[in-house]
């Protein structure tokens, strides 16, 4: 079985602040772990995937999340936040392999304060 | 970019009335999901299709939903009967052959009244 936990439903930090948001996941097999992000009213985009090759993985607009297989982590990062991050945010697992369901994380709202 | 498409956006039903949300995935996508979010809720897994079969469910996924493609684009997704509690943005989700990216749709946001 796997699992998603995201700590902490609502963040809030200054625009041009560090945006730290996290993402703990349990898993039995080796793991894909995503981050996907939901403005509102729309569809889930994806931010960022680690599929077992570099553990920094790069995103889109200036995301990036490290995995640590000995911390069980898939942290979330941007070293500067804009207003337009506002959004709630998910982390995913899969089981490694492709074309395998998705397991949500609860979300994480972030709020960017001018 | 090609995207999913997803209608309506927006259906409004009757307890006890049959819906089928509609779906059409991206063209060379091989791998079929449909995910419900209630509202305030996290995203859940309901079914998956490949090769016009079903190839996981969860325990949401009862007896009241079904899925088809009948015609090789459209992606389905029925409820047979509707419960209040069915209320939820449905999403549908496409991946092609050993994809590692699901491509998710806007969703349609299904209130039962």
């Known amino acids: 079985a796997q699992s998603v936990t995201q700590l902490g439903s609502h963040v809030s930090v200054s625009e041009g602040a560090l945006v730290l948001l996290r993402c703990n996941y349990s898993?039995?097999?080796?793991?894909?772990l995503f981050w996907y992000v939901q403005y509102p009213n729309q569809g889930l985009q994806l931010l960022l995937k680690?599929?077992?090759?570099?553990?920094l993985v790069k995103g889109i607009n200036g995301f990036e999340a490290e995995f640590k297989k000995s911390e069980t982590s898939f942290h979330l990062t941007k070293p500067s936040a804009h207003m337009s991050d506002a959004a709630e945010y998910f982390c995913?697992?899969?089981?490694?392999?492709?074309?395998?369901?998705?397991?949500f994380g609860t979300g994480t709202r972030l709020t960017i304060i001018p | 970019e090609p995207e999913v498409t997803q209608t309506p956006s927006h259906q409004v039903t009757q307890m006890g009335q049959e819906v089928i949300l509609r779906c059409v995935p991206i063209?060379?996508?091989?791998?079929f999901y449909w995910y419900r979010q209630i509202l305030g809720q996290k995203v859940e897994f309901l079914v998956s299709?490949?090769?016009?079969?079903?190839?996981?469910k969860s325990e949401i996924f009862d007896d009241q939903f079904s899925v088809e493609r009948p015609d090789g684009s459209n992606f389905t997704l029925k409820i047979r009967s509707t419960k209040l509690e069915d209320s939820a943005m449905y999403f549908c989700?496409?991946?092609?052959?050993?994809?590692?990216?699901?491509?998710f749709g806007q969703g349609t946001r299904l209130t039962v009244v």
């Open positions: 063209s060379n996508h091989l791998y």
């Open positions: 299709f490949y090769n016009n079969e079903i190839s996981e």
């Open positions: 898993s039995s097999v080796p793991p894909y």
């Open positions: 995913a697992v899969s089981r490694a392999g492709g074309n395998e369901k998705l397991t």
């Open positions: 989700a496409g991946e092609g052959a050993k994809g590692t990216e699901a491509f």
């Open positions: 680690y599929t077992s090759a570099a553990t």
